[in-house]
């Protein structure tokens, strides 16, 4: 492993958190480097379930280093109720470390993240309205509270500061009720003196542990076609996804990465606004959404659906430098007779092979679909390739081809232990 990254691979959602738990046990740190609490995953061990929002998977492993790095943005109250709940099933958050360099979400950037919604009208972009988009626009301006400030001696006065700064756009530009500073002061203190001895400069421990070879995952969150720059613009999420991005938001090198898995599921989905060429609006799409289970763990809603689209894989592959792929949540294809895989896109009448860089042409872009056999027969207990129906195994060879990249693992269930290696 020594320096592995895993990350999402298509628009978020593709079942990382499992993976990720799983690398996450032969781990020595496992690293967040980018987002904050619009993530979610689930992860279930020992038939205890838990979900983690912010805190790294490291968590639930004993002697796990757990760091969120300099590029996560986080939400003090948020962080602690994700600690309270993890103390409420006995798991400790010792070894959970926050970076000095932290930027924090405050209440005035959860206002801002809703008020800026509204104000898009039927434009919006369906965020998750944790604020994050805010907080890092505050980053980019140079006006935020990092958590230095935030758990030092400058608490009050860094608070105060950009609390009537934010306040003057709340009202000013959206007409919104200003945040009390005073009772913001009250209830943020006391988690600031919660917070504190997590505080530090965590990039000296990454280094450190990837300089003495120990084995170090880093976890990504949201998915590639999120990404700030290379996702579809405007419609991501304000951070980087990309396997560049955990350099930057780790504050580690790129030698530190040894290997990059990208995860994928075996068909296409995307919560929030935005093109998607392979979106099923059919009985199809229904009946993945139903057997996939696709609903959103952070907000509960619904996730639109489509058939697995090989240019996005490609365009993964490339952008990320995967090393490998993992297709995961096969099994809720079962039942339907055949397989469609999106192979290229038709762009007013020219075959595109490369993702489009405009939103606008992805708009236009229909899907060229190359078309496999389904399969019937319950895959879920499967623990080897050759176990599969043919039908499967021929399906994921394709994609392997298609994608250009070694497809190493596959996902045939929730469960923990209901993936296949394939060597
Ligand atoms: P934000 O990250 O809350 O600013 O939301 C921006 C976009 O990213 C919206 O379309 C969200 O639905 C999407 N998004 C953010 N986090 C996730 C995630 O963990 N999975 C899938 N989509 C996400």
Same mark, same amino acid.
């Given at each position: 492993m020594p320096g592995k990254v895993i990350l999402g691979?298509?628009?978020?959602?593709?079942?990382?958190g499992k993976f990720i738990d799983i690398f996450a046990g032969e781990a020595d740190l496992v690293v967040r480097s980018q987002g904050g609490n619009n993530a979610g995953h689930t992860v279930v061990v020992n038939g205890e379930t838990y979900k983690l929002q912010?805190?790294?998977?490291?968590?639930?492993?004993?002697?796990c280093v757990n760091i969120i790095g300099p590029g996560v943005v986080v939400d003090p109250r948020a962080i602690l109720k994700e600690i309270d709940g993890l103390a409420a099933k006995?798991?400790?958050?010792?070894?959970l470390f926050i970076d000095a360099r932290c930027h924090c979400i405050l209440p005035w950037h959860l206002e801002l993240d809703a008020l800026s919604e509204k104000a898009?009208? *039927?434009?919006?972009?369906?965020?998750?309205?944790? @604020?994050i988009g805010p907080t890092y626009m505050d980053k980019a301006e140079r006006i935020g509270v990092r958590m230095h400030d935030f758990v030092g001696g400058r608490f009050e006065e860094a608070m105060r500061e950009a609390c009537a700064r934010k306040n003057k756009v709340i009202?000013?530009?959206?007409g919104g009720d200003p945040v009390d500073i005073e009772a913001v002061l009250a209830e943020y203190r006391g988690y600031a003196e919660r917070l504190r001895s997590h505080v530090r400069d965590t990039t000296v421990m990454t280094y450190e542990a990837v300089k003495s070879g120990k084995n170090v995952l880093f976890e990504g969150a949201q998915g590639t076609l999120l990404?700030?720059?290379?996702?579809?613009y405007p419609y991501v999420?304000?951070?980087?996804?990309?396997? *560049?991005g955990c350099c930057i938001g780790s504050g580690v @090198?790129?030698?530190?990465?040894t290997e990059i898995m990208g995860i994928c599921k075996s068909y296409t989905t995307r919560v929030g606004k935005g093109p998607f060429p392979?979106?099923?609006?059919d009985e199809t799409g229904d009946y993945i959404r139903k057997a996939g289970g696709?609903?959103?763990?952070?907000?509960g809603r619904p996730r639109r659906t489509g058939w697995f689209d090989a240019v996005i894989a490609r365009y993964a592959v490339r952008v990320n430098g995967l090393t490998e792929l993992v297709i995961n949540k096969?099994?809720?294809?079962?039942?339907?007779?055949k397989l469609k895989v999106c192979v290229a896109y038709d762009f007013k009448g020219e075959r595109l092979t490369e993702f489009p860089a405009d939103f606008a042409d992805l708009e236009h872009c229909k899907p060229v679909y190359e078309e496999f056999d389904g399969f019937t027969e319950d895959?879920?207990?499967?623990?080897?390739?050759?176990?599969?129906?043919v039908s499967v195994q021929d399906y994921i060879r394709e994609l392997e081809r298609i994608c250009?990249?070694?497809?190493s693992m596959l996902g045939?269930?929730?469960?923990?232990?209901?993936v296949i290696a394939i060597r």
């Open positions: 691979a298509q628009w978020g959602d593709e079942g990382k912010l805190i790294p998977s490291g968590i639930l492993y004993k002697d006995g798991v400790s958050a010792d070894k898009r009208g *039927g434009d919006d972009i369906g965020t998750t309205k944790k @604020g009202t000013g530009v959206y990404d700030l720059d290379m996702g579809t999420t304000s951070s980087h996804p990309v396997s *560049g @090198g790129p030698t530190a990465i392979t979106e099923l609006f696709e609903f959103g763990t952070v907000t096969i099994d809720p294809l079962c039942g339907l007779p895959i879920t207990g499967c623990r080897s390739f050759d176990e599969l129906p250009g990249c070694r497809v045939v269930g929730p469960a923990r232990d209901q």
